[in-house]
């Protein structure tokens, strides 16, 4: 089949797309409509948990469809109720509210955090984010993103997001005023270029809300669910946030998304917060069955044998071409080039044949990624070698 014969104008221009189209995936590979393959190392930016199209996924859906799709979030349903146990029995919060996309997510837990404030704090209001955070596309996530640009692209701004620095424990303190009423921040910056936030970092923050009567808000979105090697990375730091945001990784390639608090920061009233399709059970069937396969045994253990041997693969490369090293946690990670190849060593790999490769560069001197969390050794084998292939041919280029 052509690429020619496909109607593509009938989609609204977003972003710049290849001259191809995915019509079959399965694990890591996809496959496009001249019926050729890609090593798939983005995953649909960190949200195929599981990989395309898993056997757990394909089940749930068929089962639940079979059941019940969606009876309204005005009643209870059974799959919700069993997601739900599960995310508060592995983690510190108590109650869930689900939603379908990560943007969503965190706007839920920036509308709870500023009814605590008027609950809790005489209306205090203001959440401080981080430089380079990236919250979601709705007016009040891209407000509380501190992405280069955004304050203006659909200016005003909503207000209430003043901005600290990762890693930056005063920039944090030096904005703290009686109208705070949260910090919020993503232990890994993803769009920024995959940067972690250190372990004293987050247990400063954990200090300071305690200080000053602050929620702490972690947004997992892209750092959720198995992610960074344990099943939340917050976990990783020893830290007890107040609220969490989880979505991509939830629903393994379904729109799901959660918003958890701890019970005492559950201040919602009837009507304060809802979503015509929150919590429908054809979506929470798959989240159970993910979630449940990343809480299979040795499944983790996994996970972060992978993430080593891309570690260890992605140093080899960084001191073979004189590059800067890299970064990340568990199967979250970036390539610190020396100069911005990204752009094209992304363009070079989707071209090659016979078998093509799907890389990101969030930034044009970094490579990011971010594969299934079930990738096998012998599909970072074959990246990592392609990938020096790749480098070689750009800078001979």
């Not at 056997?55 to 019940?68: I, V």
């Not at 309204?72 to 689900?98: H, K, Q, W």
């Not at 702490?216 to 979105?221: P, Y």
């Not at 299979?296 to 891309?310: C, D, W, Y």
């Amino acid at each position: 089949m052509e690429f020619s014969q496909f109607n593509t104008n009938a989609l609204m221009e977003i972003t710049s797309r290849p001259d191809l189209v995915f019509v079959r995936g399965q694990g890591s590979w996809l496959e496009d409509h001249a019926g050729k393959r890609y090593l798939d190392f983005v995953q649909g930016w960190a949200v195929n948990t599981l990989g395309h199209c898993a056997p757990e996924m394909q089940k749930a859906l068929l089962e639940q469809s079979k059941l019940l799709m969606n009876p309204s979030p005005a009643f209870y349903n059974l799959p919700s109720i069993e997601l739900a146990e599960r995310l508060t029995g592995a983690s510190v919060f108590d109650r869930v509210f689900f939603a379908n996309s990560g943007g969503e997510a965190n706007e839920g837990a920036i509308k709870l955090a500023r009814k605590w404030g008027q609950v809790n704090k005489k209306g205090a209001y203001k959440i401080i984010t981080m430089n380079h955070g990236f919250h979601g596309r709705t007016l009040a996530t891209m407000s509380a993103s501190g992405k280069p640009g955004w304050d203006k692209m659909f200016a005003p701004q909503v207000e209430g997001f003043p901005k600290a620095e990762i890693n930056d424990l005063e920039s944090v303190r030096k904005l703290i005023d009686d109208q705070t009423v949260a910090i919020m921040l993503e232990p890994v910056q993803g769009e920024a270029g995959v940067i972690p936030a250190s372990k004293e970092f987050m247990q400063g923050l954990r200090k300071l809300a305690d200080e000053h009567k602050l929620l702490f808000i972690v947004d997992e979105v892209q750092t959720g669910m198995g992610r960074t090697g344990t099943m939340f990375a917050y976990q990783q730091s020893d830290v007890v946030p107040d609220i969490m945001t989880l979505a991509k990784g939830i629903g393994g390639g379904v729109p799901l998304a959660a918003l958890l608090a701890r019970q005492e920061v559950c201040v919602f009233s009837h009507g304060d917060q809802g979503g015509t399709y929150n919590g429908n059970p054809l979506m929470a069937a798959v989240g159970v069955a993910v979630f449940d396969a990343l809480a299979a045994p040795g499944f983790m253990e996994s996970v972060n044998a992978r993430a080593k041997q891309l570690s260890e693969g992605l140093l080899a490369l960084s001191a073979k071409y004189g590059m800067k090293g890299e970064r990340g946690m568990g199967l979250l990670r970036a390539l610190v080039m020396d100069r911005d190849d990204g752009p094209a060593i992304v363009e070079a790999a989707r071209n090659l044949s016979p078998n093509g490769l799907l890389l990101n560069a969030p930034r044009g001197n970094l490579l990011r990624f971010m594969p299934a969390l079930n990738v096998t050794a012998e599909e970072i084998d074959t990246m990592l070698t392609q990938l020096d292939g790749l480098i070689a041919q750009v800078r001979k280029a």
